[in-house]
Nanobody, 125 residues
Framework: HVQLVESGGGLVQPGGSLRLSCTAS????????MGWFRQVPGKEREGVAA????????YFSDSARGRFTLSHDLARNTLTLVMNSLKPEDTAMYYC???????????????????WGQGTQVTVS
């Protein structure tokens, strides 16, 4: 049973930065998807950034690419998202997710992920 514990988030002014971290436990394999997703009320959950540990491929949404960076510590199963140049439209609940049975290119697809954290609020205002 995979468990995900998130930290970070909060309130930041436009143009500011935030760091989100997520640590996974209960993983069986060293090859897995892990990523950050976000959701605002009334909209579907969307992928922000994700990594497949097998080939170290990283995936970013169009809105995240160029502003957000993603790093992963395999030894600690910890995923860190650094969000720079934040905009009000980045305001959302951010969720960490992981799955050990999804192929690389599906790592950023929310519906493909099997385990989820409880979420952390990011507000840009």
């Amino acid at each position: 049973h995979v468990q995900l514990v998130e930290s970070g988030g909060g309130l930041v002014q436009p143009g500011g930065s935030l760091r989100l971290s997520c640590t996974a436990s209960g993983l069986t394999y060293t090859r897995y998807c892990m990523g950050w997703f976000r959701q605002v009320p009334g909209k579907e959950r969307e992928g922000v950034a994700a990594i497949y540990t097998g080939d170290r491929a990283r995936y970013f949404s169009d809105s995240a690419r160029g502003r957000f960076t993603l790093s992963h510590d395999l030894a600690r199963n910890t995923l860190t998202l650094v969000m720079n140049s934040l905009k009000p439209e980045d305001t959302a609940m951010y969720y960490c997710a992981a799955d050990e049975f999804v192929e690389s290119r599906a790592c950023i697809v929310a519906d493909e992920q099997g385990s989820w954290g409880q979420g952390t609020q990011v507000t840009v205002s």
